[in-house]
């Protein structure tokens, strides 16, 4: 199977920075890394052979090739949520790929700016293994160290790892190398046994399914209605002309 490592964050968070950080400097020399984009957000020279689609809730990707290595880039524009839904579908078993890394770029300038960019993130990290933390000089210190705490107080697995001035990672393999370390289990195989918070003083006195549960960003109700709302940031992107 094809090592997959999929990135979020929004546009102009430095997801491209971090992108040519890794392809250069995190995998040994010689290997070979596609990039896929998806479809409409991708730069006028992005071959078309190498972009995915999400068309009501339908991701489509193009199928592995030769290399190494695939990174895929989600639309920063769209819901976080939406696609990792989406992705979860058509990723989740399969028999080509293999989610390596889900990594999220934290653009503290953005966040720091707009309290509903600070609250999607939630989402973001919620699904990652690293969190690559950028523009981290252009906010009050105080103010950043008060937002990690939010995730670090929880006991969030995913390693937080900061983008220097220069683009560079101080280890870039630890970001695409090493077991899962997110919150969210969707790409995981568990037994749903294992979800259950079973012990001998702790023992259900109906019958119950064995069935694992959604993630909670994806359950919903008997409407249909998502049970936990993530902001919309794509008007916030639009102001700031992203």
Same mark, same amino acid.
């Given at each position: !199977?094809t #090592?997959l490592i +999929?990135v979020l964050?929004?546009?102009?968070?430095g @997801?491209s920075?971090l992108?040519?950080e890794?392809?250069?400097?995190?995998w040994?020399?010689g290997?070979?890394v596609?990039?896929?984009?998806?479809?409409?957000?991708?730069?006028?020279?992005?071959? &078309?052979?190498?972009c995915?689609?999400l068309?009501?809730?339908? &991701?489509?990707?193009? &199928?592995?090739?030769t290399?190494?290595?695939?990174?895929?880039?989600?639309?920063?524009?769209?819901?976080?949520?939406?696609?990792?839904?989406?992705?979860?579908?058509?990723l989740?078993?399969s028999t080509?790929?293999?989610v390596?890394?889900i990594?999220?770029?934290?653009?503290? !300038?953005l966040a720091?700016?707009?309290e509903?960019?600070a609250?999607?993130?939630?989402?973001?990290v919620h699904?990652?293994?690293a =969190?690559?933390?950028?523009r @981290?000089?252009e906010?009050?210190?105080?103010?950043?160290?008060?937002y990690?705490?939010?995730?670090?107080?929880?006991?969030?697995?995913?390693?937080?790892?900061?983008?220097l001035?220069?683009g560079?990672?101080?280890?870039?393999a630890?970001? +695409?190398?090493?077991? #899962?370390?997110?919150?969210?289990?969707i790409f995981?195989?568990?037994?749903?046994v294992?979800?259950?918070?079973?012990d001998?003083?702790?023992?259900p006195?109906?019958?119950? $399914?064995l =069935?694992r549960?959604? $993630?909670?960003y994806? &359950?919903? $109700? $008997?409407?249909g209605r998502?049970?936990?709302?993530? #902001?919309?940031?794509?008007?916030?992107?639009?102001v700031e002309?992203?």
């Amino acid at each position: !199977m094809t #090592p997959l490592i +999929i990135v979020l964050g929004p546009a102009g968070s430095g @997801r491209s920075i971090l992108l040519k950080e890794l392809i250069e400097n995190a995998w040994p020399a010689g290997k070979q890394v596609r990039t896929v984009r998806i479809s409409g957000d991708a730069p006028a020279d992005h071959p &078309a052979g190498d972009c995915w689609t999400l068309t009501e809730g339908q &991701a489509v990707l193009p &199928a592995p090739g030769t290399e190494d290595a695939v990174i895929l880039v989600t639309d920063g524009r769209r819901s976080v949520v939406d696609q990792m839904e989406a992705l979860h579908r058509v990723l989740h078993g399969s028999t080509q790929w293999q989610v390596q890394r889900i990594v999220t770029v934290l653009d503290c !300038m953005l966040a720091h700016r707009h309290e509903v960019v600070a609250e999607w993130y939630g989402a973001a990290v919620h699904f990652a293994d690293a =969190v690559i933390v950028t523009r @981290r000089w252009e906010v009050p210190g105080q103010w950043l160290s008060k937002y990690l705490a939010t995730y670090t107080d929880a006991f969030y697995p995913c390693l937080f790892v900061n983008l220097l001035k220069n683009g560079s990672l101080a280890n870039p393999a630890e970001v +695409i190398e090493g077991e #899962p370390l997110r919150m969210s289990h969707i790409f995981d195989e568990i037994d749903a046994v294992d979800e259950m918070e079973f012990d001998e003083d702790n023992l259900p006195d109906e019958p119950f $399914d064995l =069935v694992r549960q959604p $993630d909670k960003y994806f &359950a919903r $109700d $008997d409407y249909g209605r998502r049970l936990i709302s993530v #902001p919309d940031i794509a008007e916030t992107l639009r102001v700031e002309g992203r």
